[in-house]
């Protein structure tokens, strides 16, 4: 990945910025930690609030960073400010998620995600990876499965492509599947574990996907085919 001093600077400024802004939290209840739990507890105490207040803090910083300098979906050349914004925005999400994920079990990582920019529907459940949160909308009833990765981003042949990942209502994305910038799955829709979904593939409500890459394994029935099957039409 081509990076230079300014990534590292604003990436650092960023950082640090957090840092004062969790410190400054923390030297506001020291005090108080100390008094309530004694100098046993309280250590640990401050270290839990220390990771929580980062997590915070970050998510918040970086929710206005992107109502100020939001990612635009597009191909831009290395040397593209949108490049420059998204290493940034990507170092600090990492790190957020890091200091974030002990308070967000599996069961609620879809929270957790919704927090850091995903556009999270109900009922929405997330055992996997999702790279660029903000680019990412998961509807109603959606699932990511255990080690899938949604990625919204790619670079290649000196060019960084940015486009947004859309899993439709009630959709599986199974275990251990990738899917790629600019993908868009239909309601319903299945992608099988394990499979590839390339980048700026279209899924149609109801289908099933699988392979490397994913293709159509199995039509979405129609509704005069549903009614034939269906015994007791």
Not at 109 to 128: H, T
Not at 146 to 158: K, T
Not at 180 to 209: F, N, R, Y
Request: with cysteine; proline share 5%.
């Amino acid at each position: 990945m081509k990076t230079d001093y300014k990534d590292y600077l604003f990436s650092t400024l960023f950082i640090g910025l957090v840092l004062a802004l969790t410190a400054l939290a923390l030297a506001l209840v020291q005090d108080t930690l100390l008094a309530a739990l004694g100098p046993l507890y309280a250590p640990i105490a401050v270290v839990v609030l220390f990771l929580a207040l980062y997590g915070g803090v970050s998510a918040l910083l970086l929710a206005l960073l992107d109502r100020l300098y939001p990612l635009r979906a597009g191909s831009y050349r290395l040397s593209h400010p949108q490049f420059r914004l998204w290493k940034v925005r990507h170092v600090a999400t990492a790190l957020a998620k890091a200091a974030l994920t002990p308070f967000f079990p599996v069961f609620s990582r879809q929270a957790l995600y919704a927090l850091l920019g995903v556009r999270v529907g109900k009922n929405v459940a997330v055992a996997g990876t999702i790279l660029d949160p903000s680019l990412t909308t998961l509807e109603d009833g959606s699932v990511i499965g255990e080690g899938a990765i949604v990625a919204c981003h790619v670079m290649a042949r000196g060019r960084f492509l940015l486009r947004g990942v859309h899993v439709g209502h009630g959709a599986t994305v199974g275990g251990g599947a990738i899917v790629m910038h600019g993908v868009k799955i239909g309601a319903g829709a299945v992608i099988l574990p394990g499979s590839l979904v390339q980048a700026d593939t279209e899924i149609p409500a109801g289908e099933v996907w699988g392979g490397m890459p994913a293709v159509c394994v199995k039509a979405a029935r129609r509704a005069g085919q549903a009614a034939q099957d269906d015994p007791a039409g």
